[in-house]
């Protein structure tokens, strides 16, 4: 089995086909969207292919060490631009493509008008080990 990153963007991703964003959804909207997707997590739990999920707020900070002694440096030019992550899910598969069609139903959860978002999910594997140092 395999572990991937199933990654939910704000902004970063390319625009979804119902590209409409969240704060604009209606309550009703907003509540079959958590649905899907407790559904879905559910569902993967059943067959032992469910490791975690979680939701992120949409405000958040981009850091980095500025030298020694210094502050650290927060955001940065055009902090409007950078990528945002609205959620992630994981997920222990026993293939790529295994891993491809799950992202693809993920894809499919409602959004405004109760209609599929069609969003791009970002499919990312976990690394098998850690890297050695040999000499």
Do not use: C
């Amino acid at each position: 089995m395999a572990k991937y990153l199933l990654l939910k963007h704000y902004r970063g991703a390319p625009a979804s086909v119902n590209d409409v964003p969240m704060d604009q959804w209606t309550p009703e909207e907003l509540s079959a969207h958590v649905q899907y997707m407790q559904d879905f997590a559910d569902r993967l739990e059943g067959t032992g292919e469910f490791v975690d999920s979680h939701a992120l707020s949409p405000e958040g900070t981009f850091v980095r060490y500025d030298g020694e002694g210094r502050p650290p440096v927060t955001d940065g030019p055009f902090a409007e631009t950078k990528d945002l992550i609205a959620g992630w899910m994981v997920i222990d598969v026993e293939t790529y493509e295994r891993a491809l069609e799950l992202a693809g139903e993920l894809s499919a959860a409602p959004g405004a008008g109760g209609k599929p978002i069609h969003e791009w999910l970002e499919v990312r594997p976990f690394l098998a080990a850690h890297p050695t140092i040999t000499e």
